[in-house]
């Protein structure tokens, strides 16, 4: 009963985060159930002190998303296709396709950014784009705070033109 409750609280924040950064319902839909079920086996390293919950939450989704592009390119080099899905509803992939198509300016700004260094990216897009604090984006991917905010700096240095950057948390 909890996790149907953290489900239910978090699962469109999930979903949010995934379809700025995909843009195929199939694979969304598959991300979100995979999350949830990374959550339920990592539910013990959440640590309630160092952050919110969809911080901790959005880490999860960080690595998902890495798992999957990992095992798609190695799919692809095998197969040089991807098959295999489950079918989704068409309503789903309706609600999907709305969702990812809002997010398309997030996924225009992820775009802008992809030449930053990793890091300062990674920090970037959870402050500016996911609305994290420094604090929580640092929890996110695992570093210190002042390893975040100097990342933040750094990156919002470099996009300083682009109006989107210097929005977002602080903290």
């Known amino acids: 009963m909890a996790f149907e409750a953290f489900y239910r ?21 598959d991300l979100v159930a995979e999350v ?16 919110s919950e969809i911080a901790w939450l959005y880490g999860v989704a960080r690595k998902t998303i890495s798992a999957e592009r990992r095992r798609a390119y190695k799919q692809y080099r095998l197969t040089d ?13 309706a609600r999907l396709e709305e969702r990812i198509d809002a997010e398309r300016h997030a996924r225009q700004v992820f775009e802008a950014m992809a030449e930053l260094p990793k890091g300062e990216r990674a920090v970037l897009e959870l402050v500016v784009i996911d ?21 933040l700096h750094r990156a919002r240095r470099t996009l300083r033109n682009l109006p989107f950057v210097m929005s977002g948390a602080s903290g």
């Open 9 to 29: 609280r978090n699962v469109d924040a999930v979903t949010r985060f995934l379809a700025r950064r995909v843009d195929d319902p199939h694979t969304v839909a």
């Open 36 to 51: 949830f079920v990374a959550v339920l086996d990592s539910a013990h390293t959440y640590r309630a002190e160092l952050g």
């Open 81 to 93: 296709r991807v098959s295999g899905r489950r079918s989704l509803a068409t309503d789903d992939v």
């Open 131 to 151: 609305q994290l604090t420094v604090t929580e984006a640092a929890l996110a991917l695992g570093i210190r705070q002042s390893a975040a905010k100097v990342r």
